[in-house]
């Protein structure tokens, strides 16, 4: 896959990237059961894309609005151990992890889809939009991935970063 040289000098100094959950690990559909139980699908591309991330010691976690017992399911299963469900201000959410971690914003990436992530997107090295997002935080974004939310994002995002640090071995 092809990235911009801008978009790659950006991503080779990502040392943490946060995803938001909604319309991006997720289609953004909420369905729920009968019984009033609510579904979450994520993508499985997603779920090796993230392992191979911290095989490279890339830092992840989730910064999310909502909050689910299926999302920290899927975050224990990957081995995200930095999730933060029902924030509302996600930009001081990852301030306070990036000073946890030793880093700085521009070490930081953030993928979100959203309004919400507005904040962040003003913040991080690199800001990650989704096709599918608003178009506020598509204009905003440094680069807008070609899959849509659910659809392989963290996958993609995974090989920019990879390939910024000439470490994609995947052809």
Not at 84 to 94: G, I, N, W, Y
Not at 109 to 125: I, N
């Amino acid at each position: 896959m092809e990235f911009p040289d801008q978009v790659l000098e950006k991503a080779s100094s990502v040392k943490l990237i946060s995803f938001d959950v909604d319309g991006v690990l997720t289609d953004g559909k909420l369905y729920y059961t009968d019984q009033g139980a609510e579904i979450k699908a994520f993508n499985v591309q997603d779920g090796s894309a993230i392992k191979l991330l911290h095989q490279h010691g890339i830092e992840t976690a989730i910064i999310t609005g909502r909050n689910s017992p299926m999302v920290s399911r899927r975050a224990s299963e990957l081995g995200i151990s930095h999730v933060h469900q029902q924030v509302e201000d996600k930009a001081r959410t990852l301030a306070k992890l990036c000073a946890g971690l030793g880093l700085t914003h521009a070490e930081a990436a953030h993928v979100g889809d959203d309004l919400p992530d507005l904040a962040l997107f003003q913040t991080v090295g690199l800001a990650v939009g989704v096709p599918n997002g608003h178009p506020s935080a598509i204009a905003r974004a440094h680069y807008v991935t070609r899959l849509a939310g659910g659809q392989g994002v963290a996958r993609e995002v995974c090989e920019l970063i990879l390939r910024a640090r000439g470490l994609w071995a995947y052809g």
